[in-house]
């Protein structure tokens, strides 16, 4: 109680002294609130979004010396690196969806392919190649049909994106609509240029979108994997080329001594298949080949809460390791690519300018504690002197310290909380590309998160603690001798 | 049994490259109840010999003895929990907390340490003490707003809150006129009469010595008068 009230008064006292601190404070707190609960709504944001929309909580992936994502190789490897295709998928696939942690599983493979149309080029699209029955089970409402129908289940076609569309209108002047054919054509390392055409089922936008996924239309998976050259596994005689000819040549010499492994019934997933199985599999039924060809760059996997995926990520590791699979699994930030790494930097930045704000503060703070302390060396040798215990003239300070910091701090809070609430009324405008890819939209309303005022108390307690453990340690050495010391 | 006793108590400062004897073999005893006075020149080691009984500094060889116990054997806890139970202090630049009032002042060191008072019982006897230094209606002042006097006497009263048997005071007139000094030792008088504490202050001032009824004299850092007035004691 005295204890109270003598660090109350002295607060009040000085004056100088309590607003130096506590402006520091309350400005640390102020900004910890408000830069939080900012961050926090865009994370929390993008990763609903993410998630739900795009990428599902974890993905399984193939190893690649680059850098890739759902939407490709990025940066300089771009030209020649190939996207891994994931090695025993059949079996990882039938173990995720045997799970009871993991709730959805769907496989997508990613792709580039330009677009013509008749003799003209019309632009450029990234592609997803998606399973249509699975990839609308995992993610149902993602996106806004304009026109015409979502691809069907072992069709072959594409979903063109709003964004191609208009970019192709911009380049040849021609609308295309649902029904329209169009050409695509890949290039890829393994199988040089290839054109396929395509039915245009459906045009679309999605619903939260960036601008690196607005450029993404859908296709069917085979016609994704044969542009891509992931098909090789597979033939449709009337279009192979000279160069597709040469390779499957190739192929076949390679593999005759693996000629045993290789059945009808199971083919093995790397595409690289006997010709002779490959001729046997045409005579079969065409779209059945689809099926034998496992080729996927990813594996989305949607679990049944944030516990689930810590521990299936664990599991799936060490699967991968016990059977010499060159897999991993990524969260759904690896998978938004740029963007989340944009936001994830942008945080990282934060952090630091809170660190170098935290540093200054607490040799501020702990300054002006010591000069304090200083000042008040006969006060304190008299209470010593007086009988106070070296544990009463702790409490006294700590105290003084925690008032302050607990005054300031609360202050902080309800500025930042009155500035977010305020943000979150009128909402922040993104005033360019980079604002809008990281506000998922033209409009930001901040909303108040609970973790930034707990985490933004927890260090301003520890700064407090930490700004007041020298000043105690100078304050205890004062000997009851120095009450005689002229001051008071 | 003396309540305090010294034995060939030393107090040596380093100084630099040199060391400054401040008591050069000091022996001596004070018996309870008495109201003694240190008196000599500036630098002869007055306050030295007070800070040693004081327990609030330790000598360089020799002991100190306090109802008997051997105050070197003890550590810094136990010291001062010994302040806090038996001594009490008054300075020569009064030391109250400023920001407290007067009658939270003289709370005070009750409430830095254990004392078996019930509220009640301390609230009187604060309020006791206030009537005795004559400052009832200055309770709620702070220090700041008192004279040097007034602030003197808040200091007496705060001495004398845990009860102790012993009540030391370094030149406590030192901050302040000659006629107000003299009715400030009186009122240690009046007190060391009253309560039966033992009191020991320090003066170079022989007009106030002349109150006291023991006097040791120091010189250098050594004893050079020991007496007791005639009709309190025995001289030594
Ligand atoms: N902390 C210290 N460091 C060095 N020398 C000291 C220290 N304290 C006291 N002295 C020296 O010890 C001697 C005795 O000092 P002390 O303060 O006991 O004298 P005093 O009689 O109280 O003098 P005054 O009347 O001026 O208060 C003096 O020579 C003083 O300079
Ligand atoms: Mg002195």
């Known amino acids: 109680m005295i204890i109270f009230k003598i660090a109350l008064r002295n607060l009040r006292e000085h004056t100088a002294k309590t607003l130096i601190i506590g402006v520091l404070i309350a400005v640390g707190v102020f900004f910890l609130v408000a830069g939080n609960s900012f961050m926090d709504t865009i994370t929390a944001g993008m990763r609903i979004t993410y998630i739900d929309n795009y990428t599902g909580e974890l993905i399984v992936h193939g190893k690649a010396k680059g850098t890739f994502s759902l939407f490709g190789i990025m940066g300089p490897e771009m030209a020649n690196a190939k996207i891994p295709e994931i090695e025993q998928f059949e079996q990882l696939e039938a173990l995720l969806a045997s799970s009871e942690l993991v709730s959805d599983v769907n496989p997508l493979a990613t792709g580039a392919a330009s677009i013509g149309i008749g003799e003209e080029s019309a632009g450029f699209s990234f592609l997803w190649g998606i399973e249509p029955s699975q990839y609308f089970t995992m993610f149902p409402d993602n996106i806004i049909l304009h026109e015409g129908t979502r ?18 209108r911009e380049e040849t002047n021609r609308t295309i609509h649902a029904g329209d054919k169009l050409q695509l054509s890949g290039m890829n390392a393994v199988s040089g240029t290839r054109i396929r055409e395509v039915t245009v089922w459906g045009i679309f936008s999605y619903r939260q979108t960036s601008p690196q996924l607005e450029r993404v239309s859908l296709v069917d998976i085979k016609t994704l994997r044969e542009l891509s050259g992931m098909d090789v596994g597979e033939i449709e005689e009337a279009q192979l080329s000279e160069t597709e000819q040469a390779l499957l040549g190739e192929i076949e010499e390679n593999n005759i001594f693996g000629s045993s492994l290789i059945s009808t019934t199971s083919p093995q997933n790397e595409g690289f298949t006997n010709f002779e199985t490959i001729l046997a599999a045409e005579a079969l039924e065409i779209t059945e080949a689809g099926k034998e060809n496992n080729a996927w760059h990813f594996l989305l996997l949607k679990t049944i809460n944030d516990r689930a995926a810590t521990e299936i990520t664990n599991t799936l590791n060490d699967y991968f390791l016990e059977n010499d699979l060159d897999l991993e ?62 544990s009463f003239v702790r409490l006294m300070i700590t105290t003084e310290t925690l008032v302050i910091t607990a005054l300031f701090g609360t202050a902080g809070v309800l500025l930042g909380s009155i500035f977010i609430w305020i943000l979150n ?64 | 049994m ?48 007070l800070n040693m009984i004081g327990c609030i500094d330790t000598p360089s060889s020799g002991n100190v003895k306090i109802n008997g116990t051997d105050t070197s054997a003890l550590s810094d806890k136990s010291l001062t929990q010994l302040r806090h139970q038996v001594l009490g202090f008054i300075f020569q630049s009064f030391n109250l907390i400023p920001v407290l009032n007067v009658y939270e002042n003289i709370e005070f060191p009750l409430l830095i340490g254990k004392n078996g008072m019930h ?67 009186n009122l240690m008088k009046k007190m060391n009469h009253e309560f039966k504490t033992t009191f020991i202050f320090s003066t170079h001032d022989n007009m106030i010595v002349e109150i006291a009824d023991h006097v040791i004299r120091l010189k250098d850092g050594i004893i050079t008068e020991n007496s007791r007035k005639k009709k309190t004691g025995v001289a030594v």
Request: net charge positive; hydrophobic share 45%; proline share 5%.
């Open chain 1, 425 to 488: 009324m009128t909402g922040i405008e993104a005033t360019n590309m980079f604002f809008r890819v990281l506000f998922g939209g033209d409009v930001l309303k901040p909303g108040l998160s609970a973790n930034s005022i707990v985490s933004a108390l927890a260090a301003v307690g520890i700064l407090g603690a930490a700004a007041s453990l020298y000043p105690v340690s100078v304050a205890l050495k004062i000997s009851p001798v120095r009450a005689m010391q002229k001051g008071i």
């Open chain 1, 151 to 168: 691809l069907p289940p072992g069709e072959k076609g594409i979903m063109l994106s709003q964004n191609n569309k208009d970019k192709i």
């Open chain 2, 2 to 49: 003396a309540i305090i006793s010294l034995h060939d108590v030393t107090k040596d400062y380093p100084l630099g490259k040199t060391v400054v004897h401040a008591l050069k073999g000091v022996s001596c005893e004070i018996q309870r109840g008495e109201f003694i006075t240190i008196a000599g020149p500036s630098g002869s080691g007055k306050s030295t010999i």
């Open chain 2, 119 to 185: 509220p009640s019982e301390k609230k009187t006897w604060i309020n006791t003490l206030i009537r005795e230094v004559g400052l009832d209606s200055w309770k709620t002042h702070r220090p700041s707003e008192l004279s040097g006097g007034q602030r003197q006497r808040v200091a007496i009263a705060r001495a004398l809150a845990t009860r102790p048997e012993i009540v030391l005071a370094d030149e406590p007139t030192a901050n302040l006129d000659s006629e107000t000094g003299e009715t400030i030792i």
């Open chain 1, 329 to 390: 699994v990524s969260n759904w930030r690896w998978g938004a690519g740029f963007t989340a790494d944009m936001a994830y930097s942008l945080q990282i930045v934060f952090n630091i300018i809170i660190i170098v704000i935290f540093i200054v503060a607490l040799i501020v703070i702990m300054n002006t504690l010591v000069i304090s302390i200083t000042e008040r060396i006969p006060e304190i040798g008299t209470i010593r002197a007086m009988g106070g215990q070296k």
